[in-house]
């Protein structure tokens, strides 16, 4: 068969269906037991996550955009702080920190890395500055230990907006368990899926308190400002049944990791570097094109109806969008790491029928 054949045939999506058995059986459960953010189903949700991660609490939310927001409500800030950043994840973690009134500080990556360059992060922290948040993209671990103990040093919280990043490791723990606060997303696009929702996770019983009375109006007593940002109950009944699956997932996709890489051996490209003591957790392979612009590759990829996740966020720094210029900063690593990518998916229900078409797509990539 000819490539042109194959690839009339053939689009491989992000994400493929599933729902199990046991996804059916909480729905049914929790329709009986309890709907609202407030009902046993979440306590066991959360529950499964802080047990899963080693982390003490665990607060269920309405979405990704929510467990930003309410992590920055376990954070100290008057109007106007602000919050460092790299301008190299999506606008959906800076909308948070604008909507609170703060603003984003835009702070370079080190090369070829999601992580803050040490260097400029210095640079970046000011009188002002009352949080950092990191956000490692499709899974690929950062030194996030290092940052910590930078803003330890400084006193200013660090926040990782782990919504690729779900079972990233570093230095054989939870890159989770690296920061002061931790949030993540459950869209269906992500590493589990609730459909819409996400959690926020914290070893601090303070800020835990403040997060959870965020989220449910200050508790109504008046005293604290709050919102109603809880995850409902038939949500929770999913992501309770899927949590369950999550190490099966890791390591179906890893194993997809492992056979595409196998079959990968075309120069114009190269994995992202995985950072020295970190595990990816196979939510995206991220290549990195070699001396030529890489949305060549995105294109190239595009065309052959393999989705890429640059199509989607685009591939220039967050501070060129049109709400975000007037806090420009410039960030030529970033600039330059964003140029380069492009993700391919690994998720656990390609067949390696698929993977084999990724790997001859790729390998017969050859840029002008
Ligand atoms: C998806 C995503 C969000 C937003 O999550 P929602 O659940 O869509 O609100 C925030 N930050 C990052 C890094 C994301 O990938």
């Given at each position: 068969m000819s490539l042109r054949t194959i690839t009339q045939l053939r689009t491989i999506t992000q994400k493929g269906p599933m729902h199990s058995i046991d996804d059916l059986h909480e729905l049914e459960r929790a329709l009986h037991?309890?709907?609202?953010g407030t009902s046993q189903v979440v306590d066991e949700y959360e529950a499964a996550l802080s047990g899963l991660y080693g982390i003490k609490h665990v607060i269920a939310v309405s979405s990704g955009a929510a467990s930003v927001t309410a992590a920055l409500a376990g954070v100290d800030f008057q109007p106007g702080d602000e919050v460092i950043v790299a301008p190299t994840g999506p606008i959906c973690t800076v909308l948070p920190i604008l909507s609170l009134g703060l603003v984003p500080v835009f702070c370079d990556v080190a090369p070829d890395s999601f992580g803050l360059d040490?260097?400029?992060l210095q640079r970046c922290i000011g009188p002002r500055t009352c949080a950092v948040i990191e956000?490692?993209?499709?899974?690929?671990p950062i030194r996030s230990n290092e940052t910590l103990a930078t803003m330890r040093q400084a006193g200013i919280p660090l926040i990782q907006d782990l919504a690729h990043a779900h079972m990233t490791r570093l230095n054989g723990t939870w890159l989770a368990q690296h920061g002061d606060i931790s949030c993540f997303s459950t869209h269906d696009c992500?590493?589990?899926?609730?459909g819409e929702g996400g959690f926020v996770m914290t070893d601090d019983d303070d800020r835990a308190r403040r997060i959870r009375a965020y989220t449910r109006f200050g508790n109504l007593t008046g005293e604290s400002l709050g919102i109603?940002?809880?995850l409902g109950g038939l949500q929770a009944a999913l992501g309770l049944a899927r949590s369950r699956q999550l190490y099966s997932h890791l390591e179906r996709r890893m194993r997809n990791r492992d056979l595409?890489?196998?079959?990968?051996d075309n120069p114009a490209f190269r994995e992202l570097p995985v950072v020295k003591g970190g595990a990816v957790n196979a939510y995206s392979l991220l290549l990195q094109s070699v001396g030529h612009d890489g949305r060549q590759l995105v294109h190239y990829q595009q065309r052959h109806g393999i989705e890429s996740d640059i199509g989607?966020?685009?591939n220039q720094p967050l501070y060129q969008l049109p709400l975000l210029t007037r806090y420009q900063r410039?960030?030529?690593n970033a600039a330059r790491l964003l140029r380069s990518l492009t993700t391919v998916p690994l998720h656990q229900n390609l067949l390696d029928d698929d993977l084999h078409y990724i790997a001859k797509v790729l390998n017969d990539y050859s840029p002008d």
């Open positions: 037991s309890g709907l609202t040490p260097q400029d956000v490692p993209m499709w899974g690929y992500k590493f589990i899926s609730t109603n940002l809880k595409l890489l196998s079959m990968l989607k966020y685009d410039d960030c030529p």
